[in-house]
């Protein structure tokens, strides 16, 4: 290949622009000017095994753009700090600068709402992006254990243009990709959880529908993460019951538990409403 505007890799679009390859590849100056120079680079990520870059380069190529293989990608959730969210185009101008993504991608996104305060540090991005991503797993938008497949961006108003974007990025399930930092280093686990409500009699009860017995829907399921967002897992499921008159707590269980029978002997650990640990079970925990 001789003097080509760019090279990228065809597998993850990390990319070489011109001016990039001619900083690393000495000239001859013993020829022409005008004479053609052969030019060789190879992928700088680790996960690529050294793959040579090539043609064509893809309108992705901005030295920001963080390199993963478009392929792999199952969705871009996509959130703006503040209560209005981005429009189509917005979100499609940051989301092609900073990832391998293509305008035709756009059905791959997923665009919702935030509030003000909910990018103000790591650990509340964490839960925003927790919240949503959870949010599209129950709308049957995304695979279930999508957490622990998501990488997730926090793009600062500047680089941005207008204001702070938070995008997660979720990769296909078969692809097994290694989430981002989690709390505390924790490795994921899969959890089921139930939430219960206190009940008049003093007890906790289930929250059933009264015409099927079956869980009201979201009050019941299994999620892939961590073990230290168990608390704000928690809080999301008890938030979607917000018009329940009564104390509410989740109760998690080791395990995809979602087809077998649950006992309190199973139980590992209780999220109170309003707690931000997660306690040992117990039967007349108020």
């Known amino acids: 290949m001789a003097n080509p505007i760019g090279l990228q ?13 001619n ?8 020829g022409p000017v005008d004479v053609t120079e052969p030019v060789l680079a190879v992928c700088a990520q680790p996960a690529c095994d050294r793959r040579v870059l090539g043609t064509p380069v893809l309108p992705t190529g901005r030295h920001d753009v963080t390199p993963m293989d478009p392929e792999t990608i199952e969705g ?8 209005i969210a981005p429009t189509p185009g917005e979100a499609l101008v940051v989301v092609t600068r900073f990832l391998p993504f293509l305008p035709e991608d756009a059905p791959l996104l997923h665009i919702r709402r935030s509030s003000p305060g909910a990018m103000s540090d790591g650990s509340t991005r964490d839960r925003l992006a927790l919240s949503l991503v959870l949010g599209l797993e129950r709308e049957g938008a995304l695979a279930p254990g999508a957490w622990a497949r998501s990488r997730r961006m926090f793009i600062k108003a500047g680089a941005a ?8 990025v979720v990769h296909r399930r078969h692809l097994s990709a290694v989430p981002a930092a989690a709390p505390g280093g924790a490795w994921p686990g899969t959890y089921t959880y139930l939430l219960q409500i206190l009940a008049a009699n003093g007890g906790w009860a289930l929250l059933r529908d009264p015409r099927t017995g079956a869980f009201a829907d979201g009050a019941f399921g299994a999620v892939t993460a961590p073990a230290g967002m168990l608390p704000d897992i928690a809080h999301e499921v008890i938030q979607r019951f917000s018009a329940v008159p009564y104390r509410r707590r989740v109760v998690f269980f080791e395990g995809d538990r979602t087809q077998q029978r649950l006992t309190t002997d199973d139980a590992y650990g209780v999220v109170m409403e309003g707690g931000t640990s997660l306690l040992p079970y117990s039967g007349d925990s108020g």
Do not use: F, H, N
């Open 161 to 168: 243009r207008d204001t702070d974007y938070l995008i997660t």
């Open 9 to 21: 890799c065809q597998k993850c679009r990390y990319t070489l622009c011109r001016e990039c390859i």
């Open 76 to 83: 871009v959730v996509v959130a703006r700090d503040g209560a």
């Open 23 to 30: 900083g690393r590849q000495p000239s001859s100056y013993t």
